[in-house]
């Protein structure tokens, strides 16, 4: 993926695994870590989009609270 998105002229900037991601912030003392996977997050902001617009299947957004 960080080769694809280099040679469309933009820098991989960031990578993270979800899982160990979240087991870091719980560590960290985070009380609520969320992890929404590609399918959550187009059900969550892209449903009902007419132009077909989707995030893919390596998408992650992590959320976490004290």
Request: hydrophobic fraction near 45%; aromatic fraction near 10%; charged fraction near 25%.
């Amino acid at each position: 993926m960080a080769e694809r998105v280099a040679a469309a002229g933009e820098p991989w900037r960031a990578f993270f695994d979800p899982s160990i991601l979240s087991s870091t912030l719980k560590t960290m003392g985070f009380g609520e870590v969320q992890d929404l996977a590609g399918d959550e997050i187009n059900a969550l902001y892209f449903q009902g989009r007419t132009d077909g617009l989707r995030v893919g299947t390596l998408a992650h957004l992590m959320r976490a609270r004290v």
